[in-house]
């Protein structure tokens, strides 16, 4: 079996199914929270519409949180079968997808929309194909851009952030942290909310 992520990524095993056999069980992961907008907007939705269409053959289930995997393992444990669809972001895999990441280049872009139709033309034409070898990509996607947030502290120019730890979650985040003076802390989303409350950093980079 063939599996797969979504960076947004989304992966799919391919499942053979016969036509008069009892709904096929896949299991989607979904590493973030139930009540993500991603999956209350997409997943659950699509989910929904794909279980319908397939005339009984299907049975897809999501199942949100870690049980399956973190936002650091989940593309690997899709691969070894642990699961069989699977929603992930490029950021906490490293450098496995370094062409990808073109995605994520500031300026390049004006919006989202646009940035994802352009990542999933880059793909279609083979340019970063290779980085999805073994899977089944189901789609790819931008979010939106990056902001600054801060807590407690009133940034007014670049030159405020020197010294400053800032949560990051993508290799080109973190960069450009550096490149701005200040320290990057790379984390996954779900831990990005805690760590700024703690005080653990004093800012973090996301969309």
Known sequence: MKSMTLAGLVLVGLIPVAADAAPASIKFAFPAPPRSLVNKWSFAPWVKEVNAA????LAIKIIAGPTLGNFRNIYPRTIKGVTDISFGVHGPMG????K???????????NTLEAAAALWSVYEQGLIADEYKGVKVL???N?????LHSKGTNIKSAKDLKGMK????????????????????TMTPPQVYQ???RGL?????IA
């Open 95 to 98: 450098k496995q997808f370094r």
């Open 139 to 141: 789609g790819l996607f």
């Open 54 to 57: 397939s005339g009984g053959t």
């Open 143 to 147: 979010f939106p851009h990056s902001a």
């Open 100 to 110: 990808t990441s073109v995605g994520l280049l500031p300026y390049e872009s004006n």
């Open 201 to 205: 950093v004093n800012g973090f980079l």
């Open 166 to 185: 800032i949560a990051v979650n993508a290799p080109m985040n973190a960069r450009i942290v550096v490149a701005l003076g200040g320290t990057p802390v």
């Open 195 to 197: 760590s700024a409350s």
